[in-house]
């Protein structure tokens, strides 16, 4: 996630806890804005990194609900597919330098949700819509034709998809990886942060919608990360950040940039339907299911505190040292070799 906004309660029982709004709180220099040093350079990068992010995807639209979906693509159609699902009000190319580590073997996508990166914007957004998109997506891109149903990969948010697609669709899918991915805080934080609530302002809607930087440099001074952490490694955040940003003209005939996601998205998310019956500890999950997961992350934090969660009992969880919620940021190569090392063994086949 991007720009100057934080994590805000939303009901109790909701999959994700990551709902961007506007907040004046103080943080170090280093988590308010971790680009800020580099003054809209880009930070060096070591060869992995360059060399995985040579290898370009190719960049599709598909169209699902009446919507176009961003898509990016690895490898070669009729190798196993996995699906990259990226986190709230992120893209596609959060999964950039991860998704060509496993395109020799498999057939990688890595799609922007709806309301994010290039995809449309809706008019109301929904998990069951999510998975639906998800399944779309893998029709249209070859995932299927590997032999076996697609493997997906979520993170944050995009886990919360992950795992309600799971649950919905378990004929859809081989098996579901979730990054660090959490249902709420711990029951105890609840009324504190509804009450929090209260207090914050400027949430963009839409007659108040995202800030619009007038240089890509201002831009880029203001992304940081939700939750708030530092960027453990800054060439990835900055990497991140320039893709998500779009140019535009204002009415005055100036250009400027702005974020890329639907700024009220959450308001135009139906939840009702994630937060039933269906979608807790009693769903009767079938698929194969995984959560890797940061050392440091907030995510375990609240868990360790009692947030809910409606993992099955006795899920595997793979934990990520020296990484805090975005992983792919703070450990990315310790992240590639978790996913490689579990999905050469798992799920039995």
């Known amino acids: 996630m991007a720009e100057d906004v934080k994590p805000a309660q939303a009901p109790a029982g909701q999959i994700d806890d990551d709902r961007p709004v506007h907040t004046e709180e103080t943080l170090p220099p280093e988590v308010q804005a971790p680009l800020a040093a580099f003054s809209g350079r880009e930070p060096e990068s070591p060869q992995w990194f360059k060399d995985a992010i040579a290898q370009a995807p190719e960049r599709v639209f598909v169209e699902s609900l009446g919507s176009k979906l961003e898509v990016l693509t690895w490898g070669e159609v009729g190798k196993p597919g996995l699906l990259f699902v990226h986190g709230n009000s992120a893209h596609a190319d959060w999964w950039s330098f991860i998704a060509p580590f496993f395109a020799k073997d498999y057939r990688v996508a890595s799609m922007s949700l709806a309301g994010m990166g290039a995809s449309d914007w809706r008019e109301r957004y929904s998990f069951s819509d999510f998975a639906d998109d998800a399944e779309a997506v893998s029709r249209a891109v070859g995932l299927y034709e590997g032999g076996r149903k697609p493997i997906y990969i979520g993170h944050s948010f995009g886990g919360g998809q992950v795992f309600f697609a799971a649950v919905r669709n378990p004929q859809n899918m081989h098996a579901a990886v979730m990054v660090d991915t959490g249902f709420g805080p711990p029951?105890?934080?609840?009324?504190?942060?509804?009450?929090?609530?209260?207090?914050?302002?400027?949430?963009?809607?839409?007659?108040?919608?995202?800030?619009?930087?007038?240089?890509?440099?201002?831009?880029?001074?203001?992304?940081?990360?939700?939750?708030p952490q530092a960027a453990g490694n800054p060439f990835i955040a900055d990497f991140i950040a320039r893709r998500s940003l779009k140019e535009v003209v204002q009415p005055d005939g100036s250009k400027g940039f702005t974020w890329?996601?639907?700024?009220?998205?959450?308001?135009?998310?139906?939840?009702?339907?994630?937060?039933?019956?269906?979608?807790?500890?009693?769903?009767?999950?079938?698929?194969p299911m995984v959560h890797i997961y940061g050392a440091k992350s907030r995510i375990v934090e609240h868990r360790k505190a009692g947030a809910p969660s409606p993992f099955p009992p006795g899920m595997v969880e793979i934990e990520i040292p020296d990484a805090h919620h975005h992983i792919m940021i703070d450990q990315p190569l310790a992240l590639v070799a978790a996913l490689r090392a579990l999905l050469a063994v798992w799920p039995a086949k």
């Open 187 to 227: 029951p105890e934080e609840l009324a504190k942060r509804q009450a929090q609530m209260e207090a914050i302002k400027n949430i963009p809607t839409v007659d108040r919608p995202s800030r619009v930087y007038p240089t890509l440099e201002a831009a880029l001074l203001r992304f940081r990360l939700m939750p």
């Open 260 to 287: 890329r996601f639907d700024p009220n998205m959450w308001a135009k998310l139906d939840r009702e339907r994630a937060m039933s019956g269906q979608f807790g500890q009693d769903a009767g999950v079938t698929t």
